[in-house]
């Protein structure tokens, strides 16, 4: 379904445009001109505010390092709900709900926080270990070489 607002390509079944956020109207067919489209390109708005929109990047690349830097359990965790929940963001605008599409894209946003806080705390227990294991083994070798 065609936004007559922005001229989005929907999918058939969508209540609101998932660019703009305008109500979409049953099967009209929409004439497009050139100096329309250029018009409406940087239009970001709606009747119903900013439409939220979720960043995958930011959840991908915690995952990533929760993954290969410290097998942060706790952080994949929390990135891959960041992801889960992330992906409902767009399937609630496309019905039309933005609230629950403001509340998922809220979650989505805590849990990607709380994986890059358990990565950050994760990091710190590693620093502190080798502080602790640097700091016994060469005042081990000290000791012995009195």
Not at 86 to 100: E, L
Request: proline share 1%.
């Amino acid at each position: 379904m065609i936004c007559n607002r922005c001229y989005y390509n929907n999918e058939d079944n969508s209540v609101f445009c998932v660019k703009c956020g305008e109500k979409l109207e049953e099967k009209k067919k929409v004439q497009i001109q050139n100096s329309q489209v250029q018009n409406t390109n940087n239009i970001n708005t709606n009747n119903m505010g900013n439409v939220p929109t979720y960043n995958i990047a930011n959840a991908i690349v915690a995952l990533v390092i929760s993954l290969s830097c410290c097998s942060n359990i706790i952080g994949i965790v929390f990135a891959i709900l960041s992801i889960v929940e992330g992906s409902k963001v767009s399937q609630f605008v496309r019905f039309g709900d933005m609230a629950s599409a403001n509340a998922s894209l809220i979650q989505a946003k805590k849990w990607v926080k709380y994986a890059w806080i358990s990565l950050a705390i994760w990091v710190g227990v590693i620093i502190v270990f080798y502080i602790i294991y640097f700091v016994f083994i060469f005042g081990i070798v000290a000791i012995t070489e009195l």
